[in-house]
């Protein structure tokens, strides 16, 4: 049985070639060199002025009338003019010049076109081969060869042949090498953004775990509470007690559906984490350790009112703090550090700036995704972050953390 799959899809192939539209637009020829694009179209038109006057010349040399001779000319110009946008266009063009204009050839010329149309015709069918699939490459290679049988002197056909299959080599490899980088810059870039969304997931299930030791305090003093209320207060009626006793296994239980959902969040890799989380109070302890470190730090940290900041507030104010000493230690290496924390009535304003870096930045095998962190952190709470340069050339990053969490988008 005859497979007619390679049959359909060479003529598919023709077809796109004589009839189809044309090859995918690439990018243009001077992206590389944005200052050299005003001048590509007025310097390109000059060209092709001077090619169709070279090429006008010639033929009138050769005894062409001038009516032919202009044709020709025209002929000869007008692939050049439609190859950067339609190559394959372009092509079409050559192969019909290629068969028009060979009338009234010199004797004594080896060639049956003017030079302006044979090396115009190499370069078209250059740019044409390493634009076009294969399929459409194999059928422009072979039509282009129809010309060059039946009008190059046998003495030269080899060489041209020769020369029709080096460049359609070339174009393939030109295309295929295009086709890759682009395939690997696509992946990379789907890298970057899985990345960046891993990034994401990691630091909301930290902080999830983080919040679950806040919220498992709370819920532990909720549930004594509401065991011993009935031995603290006295005359506690029977339904009073008895909903005492509904409210502790109430938070019992949530404190069991906690656990539960932190199994599920924590990795196999970090084992249970006893320590409890630090907060405000911990700050001054934070900068004593950078500065041993080396960092020339500045705590300035008014007063706060330890019942008035919630503990997921704390929490997060102290992780930005300690990313942002991590971020200018990485990146702004010799730099002096100022955290600022300010506790407002509604809020807590925390900002971390470094003056410009004394040296360049250590390398540390890769981008990371600090600001990613901390930016969750603050619009877990539903407050904002910003992180930017400044116009001493330092970088600050800044966080308002409200204390009521709702509206947050986490």
Do not use: K
Not at 205 to 232: C, F, G, K, N, W
């Amino acid at each position: 049985m005859v497979n007619r799959q390679p049959i359909a899809v060479a003529l598919r192939a023709l077809r796109q070639t004589l009839l189809g539209p044309d090859a995918p637009a690439e990018r243009p020829l001077l992206a590389r060199w944005p200052r050299l694009a005003p001048y590509a179209t007025p310097v390109g038109l000059l060209a092709a002025l001077g090619l169709f006057l070279i090429t006008l010349t010639v033929e009138s040399e050769w005894g062409l009338p001038t009516p032919i001779a202009l044709l020709f000319a025209a002929m000869t110009v007008a692939p050049l003019l439609a190859l950067p946008r339609r190559p394959l266009l372009a092509w079409r063009l050559t192969v019909l010049a290629l068969l028009i204009c060979t009338f009234n050839a010199p004797a004594d010329q080896s060639w049956p076109w003017t030079p302006p149309l044979a090396l115009g015709s190499i370069a078209v069918l250059a740019v044409v081969v390493a634009r076009v699939d294969r399929p459409v490459l194999v059928w422009v290679v072979a039509i282009s060869t129809v010309p060059v049988l039946a009008l190059v002197d046998p003495e030269n056909r080899v060489a041209v042949l020769l020369l029709l299959g080096a460049l359609a080599i070339v174009g393939d490899l030109i295309r295929r090498n295009r086709l890759s980088r682009a395939a690997l810059a696509a992946q990379t870039e789907q890298s970057e953004r899985e990345q960046e969304r891993r990034a994401v997931l990691e630091e909301r299930t930290r902080i999830a775990r983080e919040m679950h030791d806040v919220v498992a305090h709370h819920m532990s003093l909720i549930a004594v509470q509401a065991e011993t209320a009935p031995y603290r207060l006295t005359d506690v009626p029977a339904p009073a007690a008895a909903e005492f006793v509904a409210i502790a296994a109430s938070a019992r239980d949530a404190l069991t559906d906690m656990r539960r959902l932190l199994g599920v969040l924590r990795s196999e890799s970090s084992g249970p984490q006893t320590a409890p989380q630090p907060d405000l109070a911990d700050l001054d302890a934070m900068v004593d350790a950078a500065r041993r470190a080396g960092l020339p730090v500045t705590l300035d940290a008014g007063p706060v009112d330890d019942e008035q900041v919630p503990a997921p507030v704390g929490l997060a104010a102290y992780r930005i703090v300690q990313e942002g000493l991590a971020n200018a230690a990485r990146h702004a290496v010799g730099a002096a550090v100022r955290v600022t924390v300010r506790a407002g009535r509604s809020g807590l304003e925390v900002r971390v700036e470094n003056s410009p870096a004394d040296a360049p930045p250590t390398p540390d095998g890769g981008p990371g995704h600090g600001l990613t962190g901390m930016r969750e952190r603050a619009t877990s709470l539903g407050g904002t972050f910003t992180a930017g340069p400044l116009p001493d050339g330092g970088y600050a990053v800044a966080a308002e953390l409200p204390y009521d969490a709702e509206g947050g988008d986490a």
